[in-house]
């Protein structure tokens, strides 16, 4: 393992953990210089019960996708056959891109890998102080996980310079109950807050972070909206929360923006905008702040939306700008590192969905990608 040290710690330099040497720059250029070329990585995760793995992708710099590689997490998943974790964050790249978080749900522990494109390279294991832990968020060293099983926590961690994971003493906060769903996890841009979505229980938590990286008390946003489920950041700061909509309801999904006061209750700034679609769980923001897209996986389709100044959302043309073939079932969406493509983990097919970002927002399809199992329990998608 000695010849990955030095790599991994420019990696960590460069998140701000640590001095950057001009080494860590250089990383950082070649990174930049790979992306300038337009080519990149995709990721998704098998959450397989016996033997967790990372499927990775490489991206050409025209969107499409070949698998490249393979990766044990030295975990496992929890199996199951279409959404088992159901939530967002299951995999998580750091904010450099330099580090790839894996929660594997089934052994209780986040893995840890540094990042050269499609090409993984196992760091450390540990474990997730609670049950089933389903997402990870990331800003700078601090790295927060989400525990959905039994008491449903969030427990933080250091990243240190060999990107090991280091307990925060006195970390652990609590959701608002037992089985309450947790099923994501954010940090807002500033790093002030850690927003936490409880499906089940309808609602969004908000904790402020403090200097020492321990949390406040938690602060209970009740039933902003009807199936609550992910929350993302914006780079102005909103929180982008997507809404599967009441209970049996066609159609009734949605997606709303808010703002995080000082006090951490939200406010909200577009209040449930109609995604046109069903089970819209999942959603993922272009790096410039422009769009945001939403994956329905109960209707095999993506619904896009163009984030206003002041976090106002607006459909992109008749609201739904992307279909996969009839019997998708795309869980998880991300947007590449460039803000170019579009990618859906496509779980009843066993494939994943490509889309190319137009200049007004709307998506072309260019087809699948990948020969996966279908149906068998994969969750957690990341690009770059």
């Not at 989400?146 to 006195?170: E, T």
């Not at 209750?265 to 410039?288: E, F, G, H, M, R």
Request: aromatic share 8%.
């Amino acid at each position: 393992m000695k010849r990955f040290v030095r790599p991994l710690i420019l990696s960590v330099a460069a998140l701000g953990i640590g001095t950057i040497s001009s080494s860590a720059q250089f990383t950082s250029l070649s990174a930049f210089s790979q992306q300038a070329r337009g080519r990149g990585a995709v990721f998704v995760m098998t959450n397989d019960a016996k033997k967790n793995e990372i499927v990775a992708y490489d991206r050409a710099a025209n969107g499409y996708l070949t698998e490249a590689g393979r990766y044990d997490t030295e975990g496992r998943g929890s199996g199951g056959v279409t959404d088992p974790l159901e939530a967002q964050g299951a995999l998580t790249l750091s904010q450099d891109h330099s580090i790839l978080f894996a929660a594997n749900a089934g052994s209780g522990t986040v893995s840890v890998f540094s990042v050269r494109r499609s090409n993984l390279v196992f760091v450390s294991k540990t474990p997730s102080r609670g049950s089933q832990p389903v997402a990870v968020a990331q800003f700078g060293n601090l790295v927060y996980v989400l525990n959905s099983g039994g008491a449903g926590n969030v427990a933080g961690f250091r990243l240190d310079l060999g990107a090991q994971l280091r307990p925060i003493k006195n970390s652990t906060a609590f959701l608002t109950a037992n089985v309450t769903g947790g099923a994501s996890i954010a940090f807002s841009p500033d790093g002030r807050f850690l927003l936490v979505t409880e499906r089940l229980a309808d609602n969004i938590d908000a904790f402020r972070v403090n200097p020492d990286g321990t949390l406040g008390p938690i602060v209970v946003n009740a039933k902003p909206a009807p199936g609550t489920f992910s929350v993302t950041f914006a780079p102005n700061g909103k929180a982008i929360v997507s809404e599967t909509g009441p209970a049996g309801a066609d159609n009734a999904s949605a997606i709303s923006s808010y703002s995080v006061g000082p006090d951490g209750k939200l406010t909200a700034v577009s209040q449930s905008v109609p995604a046109l679609a069903n089970a819209n769980c999942w959603n993922a923001i272009t790096p410039d702040g422009k769009y945001v897209y939403t994956s329905n996986a109960g209707s095999d389709s993506i619904s896009g939306f163009a984030i206003g100044k002041d976090g106002t959302l607006t459909p992109l043309g008749s609201t739904v700008v992307g279909n996969n073939p009839a019997g998708s079932t795309n869980l998880d969406i991300a947007v590449s590192a460039d803000g170019k493509y579009v990618y859906t983990l496509n779980s009843n097919a066993g494939n994943i969905g490509m889309f190319r970002i137009e200049d007004n927002g709307t998506l072309t399809h260019l087809g699948e990608a990948g020969d996966l199992p279908k149906s068998a329990g994969f969750n957690g998608i990341a690009a770059i």
